[in-house]
């Protein structure tokens, strides 16, 4: 059975930072694109970003671009989410997602999701 967990999530005061991480088991994702997604409240599931399965490409959404970064480490099977210079808009529900391509070419790629934590943006 395949599980994405994540972990990492909390309360942070704007302009500060959290590293979400994302742990596989029951599938090695290493030689697969995975994702991060973000859900706040009474809106719609966006994309924040993904990283090809060599960590050498990485693709972000506007509203995050320069302040979060992805990475990962194969041989743990996990992936993470460093998030700098945090703003109330921020806050979410963040899930991690693994893709059956070795690349990033679309958000409808991913077929595995983690269950989310949550993030909250406040002072």
């Known amino acids: 059975q395949v599980q994405l967990v994540e972990s990492g999530g909390g309360l942070a005061q704007p302009g500060a930072s959290l590293r979400l991480s994302c742990a596989a088991s029951g599938r090695s994702f290493s030689e697969y694109a995975m994702g991060w997604f973000r859900r706040a409240p009474g809106k719609e599931r966006e994309f924040v970003g993904a990283i090809n399965w060599r960590g050498d490409n990485t693709y972000y959404a506007d509203s995050v671009k320069g302040r979060f970064t992805i990475s990962r480490d194969g041989a743990k099977n996990t992936a993470y989410l460093q998030m700098n210079n945090l703003k109330p808009e921020d806050t979410a529900i963040y899930s991690c997602?693994?893709?059956?391509?070795?690349?990033?070419?679309?958000?409808?790629?991913?077929?595995?999701w983690g269950q989310g934590t949550r993030v909250t943006v406040s002072s």
């Open positions: 997602a693994g893709s059956t391509r070795e690349e990033y070419y679309d958000k409808s790629q991913f077929f595995y």
